[in-house]
């Protein structure tokens, strides 16, 4: 596979994942969609490590790889589904932007990285203004719309805090191995959510378009997209894989607005806009600063 086309992959796939979501629970219910895509990547991901003879290892430290992995699966997409209900796709994306700024400060506290800039946390601060601004339009709009904000924030932050973990692990395994064994601890959770929450299961109420999306999800978005993620991050810099969370929620937004009806007025653009650009100084404000003085110490000299 070619690293331009896994990139973009990744891309497109991020940027629809979260209209994705609003679709597929629009006839059936939230646990269910979710486990419905779970499944469908098990079995997938399951086939190709079996054609593949790719090596899927089950000692202590795999199990504990695929345990953070699955935290950010179950957890992130469980309230993401949640979330659904109440926000937009746009709304949903803009705050998974912010997940590695959330990483950053997860990682500072679980893996002793360096302290946290006052560039970075002032890029921070905007960032989270932004969001505030977008949501506080969304809340004029729904009134539950703050359990949908409490949800994504719920789901963002447990996917941060499974990359970070994640890290913490010293294993190295293929891609498609760190997928699949995450997927089988976290889908029979996901089942268990569905007995909880719902039970049901009315087939007959399920419309062709969630059915679509479901199916999209878990081909793509719970499948290829994780295995062209990390593809993607085993090939290019860490700041070239950043700019993916700068772009998809432009992409998602307009996708919203276009295909879901979702609305787009001054107020979220301009929030948007303090999001992509806390998160663009967050990644290059530092670099960008150092550069413009150095090059002003070379002319004074």
């Not at 939230?30 to 779970?38: E, K």
């Amino acid at each position: 596979m070619q690293v331009s086309i896994a990139y973009l992959a990744v891309l497109l796939i991020w940027s629809t994942t979260p209209l994705g979501i609003v679709w597929s629970s629009e006839s059936i219910s939230p646990s269910m969609a979710v486990l419905l895509r779970m499944v469908i990547a098990l079995i997938l991901g399951g086939a190709i490590i079996f054609i593949k003879r790719i090596s899927l290892p089950w000692h202590k430290q795999a199990i504990r790889l695929y345990s953070y992995s699955a935290l950010g699966v179950f957890g992130g997409m469980t309230f993401s589904y949640l979330a659904a209900q109440y926000i937009s796709s746009g709304v949903l994306s803009l705050t998974f932007g912010l997940a590695p700024v959330l990483s950053a400060i997860f990682a500072q506290r679980i893996l002793a990285e360096p302290t946290i800039s006052t560039l970075r946390k002032l890029a921070m601060l905007l960032s989270f203004s932004g969001l505030a601004i977008v949501c506080s339009d969304n809340f004029s709009l729904q009134a539950n719309s703050y359990l949908g904000l409490l949800y994504v924030l719920i789901a963002v932050s447990l996917f941060s805090l499974s990359g970070v973990l994640v890290k913490s692990i010293s294993l190295v395994i293929h891609p498609m191995a760190t997928t699949v064994g995450a997927l089988s601890i976290a889908t029979p959770l996901f089942f268990i959510t569905w007995l909880l929450l719902d039970g049901s299961l009315p087939v007959e109420q399920w419309q062709l378009r969630s059915i679509w999306a479901t199916l999209y999800l878990g081909v793509f978005g719970s499948l290829i997209g994780f295995f062209a993620y990390f593809y993607v991050l085993q090939k290019l810099s860490a700041s070239t894989v950043a700019l993916i969370t700068l772009i998809t929620p432009v992409v998602a937004l307009t996708l919203g607005t276009v295909f879901n009806d979702e609305m787009l007025n001054n107020k979220i653009i301009f929030g948007a806009f303090l999001v992509i650009a806390g998160l663009a100084f967050y990644y290059w404000g530092e670099q960008l600063i150092n550069k413009r003085l150095n090059t002003t110490s070379f002319v004074d000299e």
